[in-house]
């Protein structure tokens, strides 16, 4: 760099310099002319002059204070509500606790004992007709938790629908208890069964079999009608089928259950029983009859620490085995077939009964979906596996609901519910017109 060339640089600093001390003495009284503007604003125009709408909002409080506020805001309210603070902390306590019991009761695993080797040891009994779904669904259920499960049979054509299965460890047990003789062989066979050791497979150590329980299902599909149209012998049938029928098959497994101190479980219909409403005699006298039988069962083998379980089920869906049916179908005689005096007295509201239930699907095979048979199996397993199971369980959409009503509403407010009305016997008494079979007729297509 020559000498010109520096002395040329001098002078450039020397007017920087002079420029920055400029630039900042005006910036200097810029300032401090505004500040003066300003203060003079503030001391002769009035507080408040702006809009709220013009004027800055205010800083937001800082977060710590809010939330202290918030929270010294909450516990002055609960210390002046404390009887409402405890029902809520109950109630949300309460409702959460019960979510949380249904979940883990729900998604648990439900597995049979098996025994050391690994092969399959508890051995159920279902005693009911081989071809009704819920027994149906039991079994296949039953079996694929890990139990044996024997269903009683009582001919030839019973034994093969079990066998049309085609599960190995879904079995016929044939016991006729109309033969005294072939039940007693029957029994003594199934206790041999029960008491033989056995191989599950070659060069496994031999275990025995362990009998956990019978589930009782009976015929769940009863007649309806007036008591004037069912006869004495549908009476006695009925009876014999399923009350005689399922004493004798108890009476039958009494002496392997007290062996064993196996469970017992009675599954019965309970909404018409709950309700009892007019044209069901038959099935409210039966499943009552079966309910006392019960009773009696329990307090007989609780005496030897022997558990007695009751169902009550309300209405599934059963479609995946078989039709689409309930526990309480309508079963009854044709009002057409009726006498001309009891269709004159009865026929008008048992129509409109059976068209109520149907419609709610209380009564009829068809109708809006019940519960999920999951719901039973559950429920069965429970009973059967459970150190202290209940004595009542109440299974199945509408079971819970129904009796409270039958127990608790009128019975003249459940008919009136179910569409029952007074009839007057002077009405009924006088003579039809001469175009009264086809209003009949129309009536029996309404059914």
């Keep these: 760099m020559t000498a010109d060339d520096q002395h040329f640089l001098d002078v450039l600093a020397e007017y920087s310099q002079d420029i920055r001390k400029f630039t900042g003495s005006i910036f200097d009284a810029s300032d401090r002319h505004f500040q003066s503007v300003a203060a003079y604003i503030k001391r002769t ?62 998604t648990r695993k439900r597995r049979a004992r098996r025994a050391s080797n690994g092969a399959r040891r508890e051995v ?51 016991l006729d208890v109309a033969d005294v003789l072939g039940t007693q062989e029957a029994m003594q066979r199934f206790n041999n069964l029960l008491l033989r050791p056995h191989v599950a497979f070659a060069g496994a150590s031999p275990h025995n079999l362990h009998f956990r329980g019978i589930v009782i299902v009976p015929d769940l599909i009863y007649p309806s009608g007036p008591i004037e149209t069912v006869s004495p012998e549908l009476w006695s049938d009925v009876l014999n089928a399923k009350v005689l029928h399922t004493i004798a098959v108890t009476q039958a497994f009494l002496p392997t259950i007290c062996d064993f101190k196996a469970r017992v479980l009675m599954l019965t219909p309970s909404i018409v029983a709950s309700l009892r409403p007019p044209f069901h005699s038959v099935e409210t006298a039966v499943v009552s009859a079966l309910e006392g039988f019960t009773a009696s069962l329990r307090g007989e083998l609780g005496t030897l620490g022997i558990d007695v379980c009751q169902f009550k089920l309300g209405t599934f869906d059963c479609t995946h085995v078989g039709g689409k049916q309930h526990l309480q179908p309508t079963a009854g005689p044709n009002t057409f077939l009726w006498p001309t005096s009891a269709r004159r007295l009865y026929a008008n509201n048992f129509v409109n009964q059976s068209r109520i239930a149907h419609s709610r699907g209380l009564l009829s095979q068809t109708g809006s979906t019940g519960s999920s048979l999951r719901e039973l199996h559950n429920a069965v397993f429970d009973a059967l596996t459970q150190k202290r199971p209940r004595r009542v369980w109440r299974v199945g959409r509408g079971s819970v609901t129904y009796d409270l009503v039958g127990n608790w509403a009128p019975s003249g407010l459940v008919g009136w519910m179910m569409g029952v009305r007074r009839v007057s016997l002077n009405a009924a008494a006088e003579p039809q017109l001469e175009d009264s079979v086809q209003s009949w007729e129309k009536v029996e297509r309404a059914v």
């Design 45 to 106: 125009v009035p507080e408040g002059w702006l809009p709220e709408n013009a004027r800055p909002a205010p800083p937001p409080p800082p977060l710590h204070r809010a939330t202290s506020a918030y929270i010294h805001r909450l516990q002055d309210w609960v210390s002046r509500n404390r009887a409402l603070t405890a029902a809520l902390i109950a109630f949300v306590g309460t409702g959460g606790f019960l979510l949380w019991r249904e979940k883990r009761k729900h």
């Design 124 to 174: 159920i009994v279902i005693a009911g007709p081989p071809n009704s779904p819920i027994t149906k669904s039991l079994s296949l259920d039953l079996e694929r938790r890990g139990f044996i499960v024997y269903i009683v049979c009582s001919d030839l054509e019973e034994e093969q629908q079990v066998q049309s299965e085609s599960r190995a460890d879904v079995r016929p047990l044939h």
